[in-house]
T-cell receptor, first 105, second 113 residues
Framework: EDKVVQSPLSLVVHEGDTVTLNCSYE??????LLWYKQEKKAPTFLFML????IEKKSGRLSSILDKKELFSILNITATQTGDSAIYLC?????FGAGTRLTVKP | KAGVTQTPRYLIKTRGQQVTLSCSPI?????VSWYQQTPGQGLQFLFE???????NKGNFPGRFSGRQFSNSRSEMNVSTLELGDSALYLC????????????FGPGTRLTVL
């Protein structure tokens, strides 16, 4: 059965800190690994990583995919209170449990 | 372009009743997936529809069913509601030609009393 596992499940940091969120996966016929951010209701898309695009960056957020070791990380530098959210990792329709990030002023 | 819309946004039902939730995808997106989100289980995949056909199904009992119409709008039905069905139900649409990126609606919060 396909599995996506995220760690840690919860993280509390202060503004300005850098955080690393982890995602490991075991899926058949792997195509892509996606990261989403969920603040109130609907998850919103952050990054999609594939074998042809294993590193993505957008502002203070960046992500890499290690297809050999079957994991991905999401980095957030210089965190802000607005980064507080649940970060979800997914491969197709299989989602991890999410990492709840709280950024304190 | 308008986003994914879901109706109703909130619903309160009692055990044994049935419920129908609706989802309108982003224009041009023909794939619609449904998810159940609870604090303990996270996001659990229910099913995916494309071109009015169910293409993929998660591990949920037969009380959970869905359908898709020719305009890509989708409905999800839950019959004989149980307390454990209380959850946020999310719908997501995607353009299959552009990969696995899904765009989520705001969800329907279902409470079963």
């Amino acid at each position: 059965e396909d599995k996506v596992v995220q760690s840690p499940l919860s993280l509390v940091v202060h503004e300005g800190d850098t955080v690393t969120l982890n995602c490991s996966y075991e899926v058949t016929n792997f195509r892509s690994l996606l990261w989403y951010k969920q603040e109130k209701k609907a998850p919103t898309f952050l990054f999609m990583l594939t074998s042809s695009g294993i590193e993505k960056k957008s502002g203070r957020l960046s992500s890499i995919l290690d297809k050999k070791e079957l994991f991905s990380i999401l980095n957030i530098t210089a965190t802000q209170t607005g980064d507080s959210a649940i970060y979800l990792c997914a491969s197709r329709v299989r989602f991890g449990a999410g990492t709840r990030l709280t950024v304190k002023p | 372009k308008a986003g994914v819309t879901q109706t109703p946004r909130y619903l309160i039902k009692t055990r044994g009743q049935q419920v129908t939730l609706s989802c309108s995808p982003i224009s041009g997106h023909r794939s619609v997936s449904w998810y159940q989100q609870t604090p303990g289980q996270g996001l659990q995949f229910l099913f995916e529809y494309f071109s009015e056909t169910q293409r993929n199904k998660g591990n949920f009992p037969g009380r959970f069913s869905g359908r898709q119409f020719s305009n890509s709008r989708s409905e999800m039905n839950v019959s004989t509601l149980e307390l454990g069905d209380s959850a946020l139900y999310l719908c997501a649409s995607r353009n299959r030609g552009l990969g696995d990126t899904q765009y989520f609606g705001p969800g329907t919060r279902l409470t079963v009393l």
